[in-house]
């Protein structure tokens, strides 16, 4: 059974940079989709970005378009979401999630099987 774990999140300052990494465990996930999630207190959870099982093709929320970057690194089974420009609507609890790949739909969360537990970011103003 594979397993995601999340880390890298943080309190920081608007304007601050961070990076999320989603380690995989329990077998490869390289023919995956992988994606980013986020929830902030109150709120639904969101889409914010996938990225191929290859790595080669990427899509972001709309509004995160230029301060997020999603890649992969398959050689360490691990996701990455660099966050620039923080700010403080980014504050969330950020998830990672597995889907194995010729789904469509990849901005919803009913097509991942496999999340991890999530880490919280915190952005102040």
């Known amino acids: 059974q594979v397993q995601l774990v999340e880390s890298g999140g943080g309190l920081v300052q608007a304007g601050d940079s961070l990076r999320l990494s989603c380690a995989a465990s329990?077998?490869?996930?390289?023919?995956?989709?992988l994606g980013w999630f986020r929830q902030a207190p109150g709120k639904e959870r969101e889409f914010v970005a996938r990225?191929?099982?290859?790595?080669?093709?990427?899509y972001y929320a709309d509004s995160l378009k230029g301060r997020f970057t999603i890649s992969r690194d398959n050689a360490k089974n691990t996701v990455y979401l660099q966050m620039n420009s923080l700010k403080p609507e980014d504050t969330a609890v950020y998830y990672c999630?597995?889907?194995?790949?010729?789904?469509?739909?990849?901005?919803?969360?009913?097509?991942?099987?496999?999340w991890g537990q999530g880490t919280q970011v915190s952005v102040s103003s």
């Open positions: 999630a597995a889907a194995p790949s010729g789904r469509i739909y990849y901005t919803s969360q009913r097509v991942y099987d496999t």
């Open positions: 329990g077998r490869t996930l390289s023919s995956h989709v």
């Open positions: 990225v191929s099982w290859s790595g080669g093709s990427t």
